[in-house]
Every structure is written in C-alpha cells, then in structure tokens.
C-alpha cells in the first residue's frame, strides 16, 4: 500500500512496536518519506523556543501543525503534502514520543 493510508498502517505498527523515543521519530518520518511525502521534520518546543528535531528529505512548502500533548503544545510537525487532515493524524500519534523529546527531566518515561 502507498500514499498517506500505507503512511498510517506503517506509523501503527512502528508505534505498536515501540522503543526508544529517538529511534521511533526517525522510523516515522523515514515511514511518511517512503510512502511519497518528499519532506518532513520534528520541531521540539524548548523553553520557548523550537529546536530542530529528525527530519528526512529535502526542504519544501510544507504543512505545520502543531504537536500537543494533554493541551499543551510540545513541538511542530512540518509534511509536505496538502492533506491538512493526514498531517494532524500524524502529528497526534506522535505526541506521546515527542513529549518524550521534550522534557522527562532526566527521568525513564515510556509512553
């Protein structure tokens, strides 16, 4: 399966399989970009500030939506693809994994 469904079930079954937060980011975005997405990237919120994350392909207009985890926005999610829809998808079943990025304070978390 290709396109943005055959993104979906590869994102699905990377989350089902989990592992080090790093390590599942990279495969998710490695996932999008084999299934036809020609950029995407993680941004972290930092103190205020957005600090690049993994990203893989080349920069292009892209989509940015907002990653948020219990209502607070932790980070961004840039895709290029038009589908504002498969973009806010992905950038929810990552969340927990971008919290991770974010800020456990030193402490083990598994999501």
């Given at each position: 399966?290709t396109?943005e469904?055959g993104?979906?079930?590869?994102?699905d079954?990377?989350?089902n399989?989990?592992?080090?937060?790093?390590?599942?980011?990279?495969?998710?975005?490695?996932?999008?970009?084999?299934?036809?997405?020609?950029?995407a990237a993680?941004?972290?919120?930092?103190?205020g500030a957005?600090?690049a994350g993994?990203s893989?392909?080349?920069?292009t207009?892209?989509?940015v939506?907002p990653i948020?985890?219990?209502?607070e926005?932790i980070g961004?999610?840039e895709?290029?693809?038009?589908?504002?829809e498969f973009?806010?998808?992905?950038?929810?079943?990552?969340?927990?994994?971008?919290?991770?990025?974010w800020?456990?304070a030193?402490?083990?978390?598994?999501?």
């Amino acid at each position: 399966m290709t396109g943005e469904a055959g993104a979906l079930e590869a994102i699905d079954r990377i989350l089902n399989r989990g592992g080090d937060a790093d390590d599942v980011l990279r495969e998710v975005l490695a996932a999008v970009h084999e299934h036809g997405t020609p950029f995407a990237a993680i941004r972290f919120l930092d103190s205020g500030a957005l600090v690049a994350g993994p990203s893989v392909g080349q920069p292009t207009d892209a989509l940015v939506m907002p990653i948020s985890y219990e209502g607070e926005q932790i980070g961004e999610l840039e895709l290029a693809t038009e589908d504002a829809e498969f973009a806010a998808r992905v950038a929810t079943l990552i969340s927990a994994y971008v919290l991770v990025g974010w800020d456990t304070a030193g402490e083990p978390w598994s999501p």
